[in-house]
Structures are given as structure tokens and as C-alpha cells.
């Protein structure tokens, strides 16, 4: 079976037993959504508009029926007044390989369509429930990130 169709497996049941409080999260995220505006990249956009850039890295650890799990998620955001275009990936590196670094975590990428991103985006909503209802049923530490575009 190909990672995406396991993750399509397994993260509905990782959600629900995130709810019944079967699983301890060791999760760590870090954003430049909130650093000053001022220290954010610009980019130019096919338009020939400048676009500011955020990005948001999650790691998401645990033990998940027996076996160690971990995922890493990014999600690259340009921004222009209301206007927002994401960029999505997701990585299943081994457990020795944690660092928030797109170059390091490449080889472990695995495809993600619309459905796995929202399979994602239900199991961080039931981490921040978690993390809100039961603070000590898991470990939750967002740290800033300085961004720096690389022109190469």
C-alpha cells in the first residue's frame, strides 16, 4: 500500500483516538505568521505584485497502536491584502530526521491531495481541541521561525 493510501487509513483512526485520549502528541510548530510584516520576505508573483511569504512547519509524534508515528507537515503561504495562495507538503521521515528544513525532509515527501490535506487538517483540529480541553494529554510547543527565501 502507497504512504498516501496509509495515511488515508490511518488518520481518521489517529483523530478518533486523539478524541477518546488514546494517544499522547509530542507536537512542535514553527510559524512566521506572527513576526512583524517588516521581517517577512516579498516576492514577486507572475502578476509582477509583490506577495508576502509565511511558512508553517508542524512535526507530529506519537504512538499510534504500538508504533511510533511521526509527520511533518509545511505549508508556505503568500500573501496580498485579502488575497492567500498555499502551498502544502507533506513528509514521513524516519524518526531520527526532525528538522523543520525543506532540503532534508524532500526525499521523505509523499503526495498530498485534497482529501490527505484535509485528513491532516482534522487531526491538527483535534490536537488543538486537545490542547485546549486537556493541556497535559500531550506535549504542544510553537516557537517562531525567521524565514529566509532562498534565490537559488
Known sequence: MSKEKELLHKLPEMVKDTKSGKIYWDVECQTTEYNPQD?????????????????????????????????????????????????NLVFLPPLGIRFFDIHSLLPYAVKADQILTYNIHMLWLSILELQRTNPDALHFDVNERLLTIDEN
Do not use: A, N
Request: net charge negative.
Open 39 to 87: 521581517q517577512k520576505p516579498m516576492v514577486e508573483g507572475e502578476d509582477g505584485e509583490f506577495w508576502s511569504v509565511d511558512e508553517c512547519f508542524v512535526s507530529y509524534h506519537c504512538e499510534f497502536r504500538g508504533t511510533e508515528f511521526l509527520m511533518i507537515t509545511y505549508e508556505m503561504i503568500h500573501s496580498k491584502g485579502e488575497k492567500k495562495e498555499t502551498t
